[in-house]
């Protein structure tokens, strides 16, 4: 464990040695000590050089932000959070939309909502159920 230690401070010590090697052999602006660092000059941005420019009014702050329903390509008026209905079903699916479903192993599904893709048939509150 002690040598551990050592070794750790030995790593410590030649690194801290290489930076003020590597700080001495840089150039230095004139009346800047050698082997001292040396501050960067100020990042300053274009807009700062148009004093005349007027100023920006605040945007207004939002509570909260409206997303589209089918933003991830999954309806979620359908099953639970970790289920994905596609929000548009391929056409294979057209004549057994329930079919195609449980072939992907979405059986039994939750409807919150309208029951926009007409698959809730019986209207029990639970879409590709057993009287769909």
């Known amino acids: 464990m002690r040598r551990a230690l050592l070794t ?10 290489l930076t003020l090697a590597l700080i001495a052999d840089t150039d230095h602006p004139a009346g800047a000590a050698p082997g001292r660092p040396v501050a960067p000059a100020p990042h300053i941005l274009p807009f700062a050089e148009e004093p005349g420019a007027a100023a920006r ?7 909260s932000v409206q997303l589209e329903g089918n933003i991830d390509g999954c309806d979620h008026r359908y099953g639970t ?11 294979a699916a057209s004549k057994d939309r329930c079919g195609w479903l449980r072939e992907r192993g979405l059986v039994a599904l939750p409807v919150v909502g309208a029951d926009r893709l007409g698959l809730d048939r ?6 590709c159920g057993k009287g769909d």
């Open 8 to 17: 750790g401070t030995a790593v410590a010590a030649v690194a801290a040695a």
């Open 57 to 63: 009014a605040p945007l207004a702050r939002r509570d």
């Open 122 to 127: 019986d209207r029990d509150g639970i879409a």
């Open 81 to 91: 959070a970790a289920q994905c209905v596609p929000w548009t079903l391929p056409a």
